[in-house]
T-cell receptor
Framework: EAGVVQSPRYKIIEKKQPVAFWCNPI?????LYWYLQNLGQGPELLIR????????DSQLPKDRFSAERLKGVDSTLKIQPAELGDSAVYLC?????????????FGPGTRLTVT | DAKTTQPPSMDCAEGRAANLPCNHS???????VYWYRQIHSQGPQYIIH???NNETNEMASLIITEDRKSSTLILPHATLRDTAVYYC??????????????FGTGTRLTIIP
């Protein structure tokens, strides 16, 4: 069974440029998460989807970050414009249900460098 | 929110049991204890979780104290591939009533040949 797929794996952009990350969850997983991981820190939740609905986006900086999950499968996370402080690893995860009942499966992440 | 406290780093000899402690003294009755690990340049990987009883799977054992204020993850026969950052997480309900995993900084476990 294929795991969570993310692309690109690495991205280098100049500040003020837009960037987008793509995630394909495990087939059949209705819950999708986007996390941000700074160097030396644990992942921090940005947004969580139940099917196509964003049920928790309280930690998403909405002035520059946006996300969508069309048709409740793939998801895209966008930053526009990027800032130097956005340099981090962006992780996507999926699960079959609420985290209390099912484990989360993580992708390899996209490492973003903003120069 | 229930928070966890873990030692920042630990070493363990290859082939020995690795015992990783975690304190979660403010855990509430309906919160689970989860363990994930993250090998360098990979996403976190689920290991095990439990509520009250001790749990065992093919990867590890989880021992939770009777008062649930602390737990220990046991890797019975550590190998070099177990070198990773190990996260102890207590799941909680967020404002919207959904469960959320809040990662801390974890324990960096190094397996020594």
């Amino acid at each position: 069974e294929a795991g969570v797929v993310q692309s690109p794996r690495y991205k280098i952009i100049e500040k003020k440029q837009p960037v987008a990350f793509w995630c394909n969850p495990i087939s059949g997983h209705n819950t999708l998460y986007w996390y941000l991981q700074n160097l030396g820190q644990g992942p921090e939740l940005l947004i969580r989807y139940e099917n196509e609905e964003a049920v928790d986006d309280s930690q998403l900086p909405k002035d520059r970050f946006s996300a969508e999950r069309l048709k409740g499968v793939d998801s895209t996370l966008k930053i526009q414009p990027a800032e130097l402080g956005d340099s981090a690893v962006y992780l996507c995860a999926s699960s079959q249900g609420l985290a209390g009942d099912y484990e989360q499966y993580f992708g390899p992440g996209t490492r973003l460098t903003v120069t | 929110d229930a928070k966890t406290t873990q030692p920042p780093s630990m070493d363990c000899a290859e082939g020995r049991a690795a015992n990783l402690p975690c304190n979660h003294s403010t855990i509430s009755g309906n919160e689970y204890v989860y363990w994930y690990r993250q090998i360098h340049s990979q996403g976190p990987q689920y290991i095990i979780h439990g509520l009250k009883n001790n749990e065992t799977n093919e990867m590890a054992s989880l021992i939770i104290t009777e008062d649930r204020k602390s737990s220990t993850l046991i890797l019975p026969h550590a190998t070099l591939r177990d070198t990773a950052v190990y996260y102890c997480i207590v799941s909680r309900l967020d404002f919207f009533g959904n469960e959320k995993l809040t990662f801390g900084t974890g324990t960096r476990l190094t397996i020594i040949p």
